[in-house]
């Protein structure tokens, strides 16, 4: 089926149901960061929960953590950030713009457009040199050389840092793995296409310590274990694939490394990354601090630093892909009757509809009354304080029904349970399947358990066809 989710799209969508907005927007907006309004931070939180669910409530072998975003900056030289944390850029002497020159085939001449940068005849770009993407601020009221930090670039390094400290308290042995989700910074050359590359933004990074005879067999674990995080929460099958680096692309540390990849509107793009790191990250920070970063296993007597198996995964990067994933238009028929029943088909209408998973919807019921009176709103707000101790719930009486179900269906609301006259005779409702548009009638009796073993039950995309 053609992808009906272009970015201009998925933008347009998100500015005009509240998910994401440019930041700063009142004042012309800041180069790539993001706000994330209601429906926006509902959503990315239910992405964040799903990991952490996979992560801690489904395993018993990774304890969580949440480290400070600014960091001694001796972590920075012992992980290799402060020397060879760079992305190759150029500038254009004409135009006065920088690229990063790894990037240049995927990027716009600002003068034209239909040329890559270097392309055009006016065209005249710098030697590629090394630019650091770490965010560097002062620490104190001071601003001499010594206070100088940095915004971690990522999550990782505070994991390694406490490596000690949780192996002592949480009483685990490897192995065992440390997970954390935060807010990163990187100054990225060419930030671009929405919230896919922007300079703040949000990881999912897990390190995985491992006896280092055993990493290859962890490794292969976290790809196959990662892969079936996104397939089982609704990502299409044929829109994701795990692509193992060629020698050439590993960095330094790393002896193998695949990604999880999607097939964006702007081609396969990385959603997460899965390392091999070795002992590199502990070897380098016992030898920068001159702490032991290391385990005594007490059966063997065997002392040994722990190789990590490391998946990084980015918060924004796969909200970003589920809402790609879930995007559709399509025709269906109208429900846009303002009369006595909630169901009255009248002619063809087009809708926007985001196909997400109910896990990760972020709103799982909308309860409507059909119309503004007769007793039916009461009725409504009684179901809804009913249900929004279940589930996150939202109660709308403006407007006719078919926008309604419009707005829910963009949103990506799974269920709408509608309040009409017949309610006020049997206690029953309607139930509004969003996918299907399935309508049944049931009791408010029993309502809840109903929508609850609907949320939970596994789920598919309707939009993935075939066998794939
Ligand atoms: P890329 O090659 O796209 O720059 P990376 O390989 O440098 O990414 P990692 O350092 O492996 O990325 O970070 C792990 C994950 O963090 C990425 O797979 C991605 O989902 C997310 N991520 C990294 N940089 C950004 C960014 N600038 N904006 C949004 N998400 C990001």
């Not at 240049?104 to 001449?109: E, H, K, P, S, V």
């Not at 892969?227 to 609704?234: A, K, Q, S, T």
């Not at 692509?243 to 490394?257: G, I, N, P, Q, V």
């Amino acid at each position: 089926m053609a992808d009906l989710a272009s970015m201009d799209k998925i933008v347009a969508l998100c500015k005009r149901r509240g998910f994401i907005f440019a930041s700063s927007e009142i004042y012309g907006g800041l180069g790539s960061t993001y706000d994330y309004g209601h429906y926006g931070v509902l959503f990315k939180q239910n992405v964040k929960n799903e990991w952490w669910r996979a992560m801690l409530s489904e395993r018993d072998d990774i304890v969580a953590l949440d480290s400070a975003i600014l960091q001694h900056p001796r972590t920075w030289e012992a992980s290799g950030h402060l020397a060879g944390f760079t992305d190759p850029m150029v500038d254009c002497r004409t135009c006065g713009q920088r690229f990063r020159a790894d990037h240049l085939r995927d990027l716009q001449c600002p003068h034209k457009p239909s040329k890559h940068p270097g392309e055009g005849p006016q065209c005249d770009l710098t030697e590629a040199r090394d630019f650091n993407l770490m965010f560097e601020t002062t620490m104190g009221p001071v601003k001499d050389s010594g206070a100088t930090v940095y915004l971690r670039p990522e999550t990782a390094q505070g994991i390694f840092v406490n490596f000690k400290n949780v192996l002592q308290f949480s009483r685990k042995k490897p192995p065992f793995g440390i997970a954390q989700i935060g807010k990163s910074f990187r100054n990225e050359i060419t930030p671009g296409n929405f919230v896919f590359r922007t300079r703040e933004f949000e990881q999912m990074e897990m390190e995985f310590f491992v006896p280092p005879d055993e990493a290859p067999q962890w490794y292969e674990h976290w790809k196959r274990a990662r892969m079936e995080w996104y397939v089982e929460l609704g990502l299409r099958t044929d829109h994701l694939r795990l692509r193992e680096h060629d020698a050439d692309e590993l960095s330094h540390y790393s002896s193998a490394t695949a990604d999880v990849e999607y097939l964006f509107p702007i081609g396969w793009s990385e959603l997460e990354g899965i390392a091999n790191r070795g002992d590199f990250d502990l070897t380098q920070h016992a030898d920068y601090s001159g702490e032991k970063l290391e385990y005594f296993d007490p059966q063997s007597k065997e002392r040994y630093v722990p190789h990590v198996i490391e998946p990084a995964a980015g918060a924004d990067r796969a909200t970003l892909a589920f809402l790609v994933d879930a995007y559709d238009e399509e025709d269906v028929p109208g429900e846009g009757r303002t009369g006595d029943t909630p169901s009255g088909a009248q002619g063809g209408e087009q809708r926007t509809v985001l196909k997400l998973h109910p896990r990760l919807a972020p709103v799982k019921v909308a309860v409507l009354p059909l119309v503004r009176k007769d007793g039916q709103p009461e009725v409504a707000r009684e179901i809804l304080a009913a249900l929004r101790g279940r589930m996150q719930t939202e109660y709308d009486e403006g407007g006719s029904i078919g926008k309604r179900y419009r707005r829910q269906d963009e949103i990506g609301t799974p269920f709408c349970v509608t309040v009409d006259h017949q309610t006020l005779e049997d206690r029953s409702v309607t139930v509004r399947e969003r996918d299907s548009l399935a309508q049944e009638r049931v009791a408010i009796d029993g309502l809840g358990d109903l929508l609850a073993s609907r949320l939970a039950a596994p789920w598919r995309s309707p939009k993935l066809t075939g066998a794939s």
